[in-house]
């Protein structure tokens, strides 16, 4: 009877330190460069003219106009919030991802439905927006 020789089952292959380091390094290079590259787009778009249209005491109209300074085109969701003089934020709304054409100027108006009830003696502050950025992984400040 022929006995076959195979490797056994418990013997373990060690993967070398320099592959591990590699990898490592990898890694913190793509966090960098993901870092890099919302920073970029953050300061691509410019927002100006930011006021509010028309307000009830239900909502508020937004108008803002969006500046891409940068040739490239983006794709990003913008975050939109109303405060009250005193701070406290009534209405807030992550849009949908807009598409901005290098070196383009465009007008854009939002409703914002009131979270909150505002007291008649309240006044809102003027409207925060910017591009929204998510708090995840690759954020490192």
């Excluded at 598409?99 to 909150?116: A, E, W």
């Amino acid at each position: 009877m022929a006995v076959f020789g195979g490797q056994k089952t418990s013997e373990r292959r060690v993967v070398p330190n320099g592959i591990k380091m590699l990898l490592l390094v990898a890694i913190l290079l793509g966090f960098y460069i993901k870092k890099c590259y919302n920073d970029y787009q953050k300061e691509s778009l410019v927002f100006h003219d930011v006021k509010i249209e028309e307000q009830s005491d239900r909502y508020a109209d937004i108008s803002f106009y969006v500046k891409n300074a940068s040739s490239y085109d983006h794709e990003v969701p913008i975050y939109i919030a109303l405060v009250t003089e005193s701070g406290k934020e009534v209405a807030s709304r992550i849009t949908k991802r807009f598409k901005f054409k290098g070196g383009s100027d465009i007008r854009k108006v939002m409703r914002l439905q009131f979270q909150l009830r505002m007291h008649e003696t309240e006044k809102l502050a003027e409207p925060i927006v910017k591009v929204y950025k998510s708090k995840g992984l690759t954020d490192i400040d």
